[in-house]
């Protein structure tokens, strides 16, 4: 079991900064990469970005690239998304998750084995 605890959402007006925490626990030593995801209401999940546990190599969705920023602190079981140049469609619960195979494709919600609880950002215009 990896238990995943997200934090850092909020309020912000547009063009403003977040940045997203997701602390793991638990069995998190077969980890083979982390994402973050987002939904609104009445949508399917979005793939943000992901980021492979072992080099560090990033994928980020066309939408929220040069924007958006996925990193990781190993020794602390962490995932974080800064998120720069807010928009008002950015509006979102996001998610993170955790992968515990590998894949060649980490944009897909069926790639994941554990997801966070979720952490609301809204950003006003």
């Known amino acids: 079991q990896v238990q995943l605890v997200e934090s850092g959402g909020g309020l912000v007006q547009a063009g403003g900064s977040l940045r997203l925490s997701c602390a793991a626990s638990?069995?998190?030593?077969?980890?083979?990469?982390m994402g973050w995801f987002r939904q609104v209401p009445g949508k399917a999940r979005e793939f943000v970005a992901a980021i492979s546990w072992s080099d560090g190599s990033t994928l980020h969705a066309g939408s929220v690239k040069g924007r958006f920023t996925v990193s990781r602190d190993n020794s602390k079981n962490t995932v974080y998304l800064q998120m720069s140049s807010l928009k008002p469609e950015d509006t979102a619960v996001y998610y993170c998750?955790?992968?515990?195979?590998?894949?060649?494709?980490?944009?897909?919600?069926?790639?994941?084995?554990?997801w966070g609880q979720g952490t609301q950002v809204t950003v006003s215009s």
């Open positions: 638990g069995r998190t030593s077969g980890t083979y990469a």
């Open positions: 998750a955790v992968s515990l195979f590998y894949s060649s494709d980490y944009s897909r919600t069926t790639n994941y084995n554990y």
